[in-house]
């Protein structure tokens, strides 16, 4: 999302006259825009205003923004800890960035602004052109969270649950089709919570397959307890859904998961997963863990395990678990570094295994791959299977922003590789 944000972001100081540059030393302004989820976020963002001191000593300072959950988090407090700060911008708060740059430029007072108002913003938003350009685009869908799991801090920062209007996501789906993108990502913190005047993220999917330029729908981040009939069903009717499930469970045991507020269960997940496989055979599932949550004893690690070895997740996130500041869990008492250590060994050698066993299946496969750019030393080309693995393989220019068939000869954990196929050698007989 904060890649979505950022982009918006420049979408919109670009009316005030801002281009982009990627040499730090020629900006007169210098936006950084914050993620909360990282560990040690807010000392991270200190560290790089002091990188960009430096970078300025002997020249004219430029305007400083921070931006994004930790600004959020932080608000007052960074403009007092940093003098070097000029302006704090909640993420609910960006519609606003040229009217702060203005009045800041013109009563050179540092200003926050913190308020939740993401009805104004995307209001405001949906005037701004989403320049994305890309042949895979984001598009913010919902924000916010009113679930209150006791490790996250996006509840604080992000504000409550709101859905944008219907209209408005399908008329920025459209512009972004018309404008060469052919996968359009859909991101909410509870995606699958959407809901507007009655319509749902399954309604969404269905409208957004209707516009033929778009050849693939993903969406992340969901949650179990959203994961509702409908939503599954379109697995079985829609032709651009990819079948790649990104539903984050973050512990095997319904014991850790009442001490993280998670609000499911693990026979609900389950219940999920064969709905899904039965609907679509095609399925996969990729997850989030926390692992060593506080109150995480051996048998409920092992339920862990059980729970990996039985889905086979393809593609999973797994983290030792860190305490945010500001959530219930900040002040519990945290399991042994050593035996949190050995834990997620355990976890990620699981999961790395059916990750490798999933690419590896694929030699001398062939399979759709949605080509999304030439790689940095512009030898090769990248493009994602169908399951967001990339592919790197031998093509030509005129494949960017096609799905064609590629023959994977080799892969390892993460990366696919292989050539294209120029043409099937079928034959009838
Ligand atoms: S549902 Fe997701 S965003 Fe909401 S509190 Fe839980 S982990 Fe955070």
Not at 21 to 47: F, G, M, P, S, W
Not at 90 to 100: A, E, L, R, W
Not at 405 to 423: A, D, H, Y
């Amino acid at each position: 999302m904060n890649e979505y944000d950022s982009n918006r972001l420049y979408d919109t100081v670009k009316k005030i006259g801002y281009e982009k540059t990627q040499n730090y030393e020629d900006a007169n302004c210098y936006l950084l825009n914050t993620c909360h989820i990282r560990d040690k976020a807010k000392e991270k963002v200190y560290h790089e205003i002091g990188r960009v001191k430096k970078i300025f000593r002997s020249k004219q300072k430029p305007l400083v923004i921070i931006a994004g959950c930790v600004a959020q988090a932080e608000n007052q407090e960074m403009l007092k800890r940093e003098p070097y700060i000029d302006l704090v911008i909640g993420p609910q708060s960006y519609h606003k960035i040229n009217d702060t740059i203005l009045n800041h430029i013109e009563k050179r007072k540092k200003i926050e602004e913190t308020e939740f108002d993401a009805v104004s913003k995307f209001q405001y938003l949906s005037k701004i052109k989403n320049e994305s350009g890309k042949v895979s685009s984001f598009l913010t869908i919902q924000e916010g969270c009113d679930k209150f799991c006791h490790f996250c801090v996006v509840p604080y920062t992000r504000g409550p649950e709101y859905s944008r209007p219907f209209n408005q996501i399908i008329d920025e789906a459209k512009y972004l089709a018309d404008n060469g993108t052919k996968e359009i990502i859909l991101l909410g913190q509870n995606v699958n919570a959407y809901d507007n005047e009655g319509y749902k993220l399954s309604n969404l999917i269905m409208e957004i397959e209707k516009l033929t330029q778009i050849k693939r729908i993903r969406y992340t981040t969901s949650h179990p307890k959203d994961m509702t009939d409908d939503l599954i069903e379109v697995y079985g009717v829609s032709k651009k859904l990819m079948p790649l499930v990104h539903l984050p469970v973050q512990s095997g045991s319904d014991k850790v998961l009442k001490l993280m507020n998670r609000k499911h269960v693990i026979k609900d997940y389950l219940k999920i997963y064969e709905r899904l496989k039965k609907i679509n055979s095609t399925v996969e599932f990729s997850s989030d863990f926390i692992i060593a949550y506080p109150g995480e004893d051996k048998n409920a690690f092992e339920s862990t395990l059980n729970l990996i070895k039985k889905i086979k997740f393809i593609n999973s996130f797994s983290f030792i678990f860190s305490p945010r500041p500001g959530t219930v869990a900040s002040n519990l008492k945290l399991i042994e570094r050593k035996v949190s250590l050995e834990r997620l060994e355990l976890v990620q050698k699981e999961l790395f295994n059916y990750q490798l066993e999933k690419n590896r299946s694929l030699k001398n496969k062939v399979i759709n791959v949605l080509v999304e750019n030439k790689t940095k030393k512009s030898i090769k080309f990248f493009g994602r299977s169908e399951y967001m693995t990339p592919v790197i393989f031998d093509g030509n220019d005129e494949d960017v922003g096609k799905i064609i068939k590629v023959k994977i000869t080799n892969s390892n954990q993460n990366t696919l590789f292989g050539e294209r196929v120029e043409k099937l050698n079928l034959r009838v007989a």
